[in-house]
T-cell receptor
Framework: NAGVTQTPKFRVLKTGQSMTLLCAQDMNHEYMYWYRQDPGMGLRLIHYSVGEGTTAKGEVPDGYNVSRLKKQNFLLGLESAAPSQTSVYFC??????????????FGPGTRLTVL | AQSVSQHNHHVILSEAASLELGCNYS??????LFWYVQYPGQHLQLLLK??????LVKGIKGFEAEFIKSKFSFNLRKPSVQWSDTAEYFCAVTLHGSSNTGKLIFGQGTTLQVKP
C-alpha cells in the first residue's frame, strides 16, 4: 500500500515550457486535491476533485489545469510555466466524508523551479 | 474570507521544554480543526483533529490541542518536547456543511526547532 505518490519529485523548467505532475493514490479515495506550498504562506489549494471525471477550482487556480480521468489519478498541468509558479506542489486525497471531517493523506511533494 | 492565523512563525526550544503553538481562525460557523506536521524531508501527516465532542483532543506522539470556541482558537500543546519534534506545524480548518467538499484552509505554518 503506497498511499499517495507523486511524479516527478523534482523538476526545473524554463519560462513558457509546459509540464504535467502526476498524483496517484491506492486507497480508493473519492476526493483528491492539489496544493502549493510557499514560504510563509502555508499550503494553498489549487484545484480539487470530488470524484472521477470532476474537477473544481480552489484558491489559486490561475495558470493550472487538472484532469481526473481515473479515480486513482489526478493530474496537474502547467501550460506555460512562469517563475511565480516556482513552488513545492503537494497532492492529497481523502475518502470524502460529509462535512469535511476527513483526514487528508498527502504525497511527498514535487519541487518545481521555473527559471 | 475565511482565514487561519498562526502567530508564531519560528519557535526555538530546548529539549524537555513545554510547547504551545497558537492557532486562530476567522469563521462564524461550525468548523473542523486539524493540526498537521511536516518533518524535514517528509510529507505532511495528521497530528490530531477535532470536529465534535470533548474540546480537548489528544493526538499522536504526546500532542494535544484544545478547541476554545469563544476565542476561535485551537492551540497545540506538548508538555515536554524532544529533538525529534523538530518540524513545521500547520493548523488547518474545513468549514462544516454539505457544500464543503473538505477543502482545507491552512495557516502559514510554524517552524519548531528543538535543541538537544
Amino acid at each position: 500500500n503506497a498511499g499517495v505518490t507523486q511524479t516527478p519529485k523534482f523538476r526545473v523548467l524554463k519560462t513558457g515550457q509546459s509540464m504535467t505532475l502526476l498524483c496517484a493514490q491506492d486507497m480508493n479515495h473519492e476526493y483528491m486535491y492539489w496544493y502549493r506550498q510557499d514560504p510563509g504562506m502555508g499550503l494553498r489549494l489549487i484545484h480539487y476533485s470530488v470524484g472521477e471525471g470532476t474537477t473544481a477550482k480552489g484558491e489559486v487556480p490561475d495558470g493550472y489545469n487538472v484532469s481526473r480521468l481515473k479515480k486513482q489519478n489526478f493530474l496537474l498541468g502547467l501550460e506555460s510555466a512562469a517563475p511565480s509558479q516556482t513552488s513545492v506542489y503537494f497532492c492529497a486525497s481523502s475518502y470524502g466524508a460529509w462535512g469535511g471531517t476527513d483526514t487528508q493523506y498527502f504525497g511527498p511533494g514535487t519541487r518545481l523551479t521555473v527559471l | 474570507a475565511q482565514s487561519v492565523s498562526q502567530h508564531n512563525h519560528h519557535v526555538i526550544l530546548s529539549e524537555a521544554a513545554s510547547l504551545e503553538l497558537g492557532c486562530n481562525y476567522s469563521y462564524g460557523g461550525t468548523v473542523n480543526l486539524f493540526w498537521y506536521v511536516q518533518y524535514p524531508g517528509q510529507h505532511l501527516q495528521l497530528l490530531l483533529k477535532y470536529f465534535s465532542g470533548d474540546p480537548l483532543v489528544k493526538g499522536i506522539k504526546g500532542f494535544e490541542a484544545e478547541f476554545i470556541k469563544s476565542k476561535f482558537s485551537f492551540n497545540l500543546r506538548k508538555p515536554s518536547v524532544q529533538w525529534s519534534d523538530t518540524a513545521e506545524y500547520f493548523c488547518a480548518v474545513t468549514l462544516h456543511g454539505s457544500s464543503n467538499t473538505g477543502k482545507l484552509i491552512f495557516g502559514q505554518g510554524t517552524t519548531l526547532q528543538v535543541k538537544p
